[in-house]
């Protein structure tokens, strides 16, 4: 669920970025801390599920909730990876109508 709320969070604000953009407006300067924020959480979530596989491993600890741990951290940076795909291509393409 924390990844969700991340990811609602992280795509609110950028589409607000984008739309304050469309009307000439300067963009806002959250953008590369909302970023850094989400990448933050997502490496939060990441050693948080690296943990609990690790206690799983030694005995203890819940196994479902390492489970549900290690996917919830999988579909966050799964979801960090498309963004980062999508701006790149954004990028690249506004790089293409330049020339």
């Known amino acids: ?8 969070a992280g795509i609110s604000r950028l589409t607000e970025s984008l739309d304050s953009g469309e009307r000439g407006e ?13 990448l933050a959480r997502i490496d939060q979530s ?14 203890e600890g ?3 909730e ?3 741990a290690l996917s919830r951290a999988d579909l966050s940076l799964r979801f960090a990876v498309a963004v980062r795909n ?6 690249q393409e506004i790089m293409r ?3």
């Open 26 to 38: 300067k963009a806002s300067p959250d953008f590369a801390k909302t970023m850094a924020e989400a």
């Open 86 to 91: 999508k701006a790149l291509e954004a990028y």
């Open 66 to 68: 390492a489970m549900l």
């Open 62 to 64: 819940n196994l479902v």
């Open 97 to 99: 109508l330049q020339v």
């Open 46 to 59: 990441q050693v948080a599920a690296e943990q609990q596989a690790k206690g799983v491993a030694a005995g």
């Open 1 to 8: 669920m924390d990844a969700l709320k991340i990811s609602n």
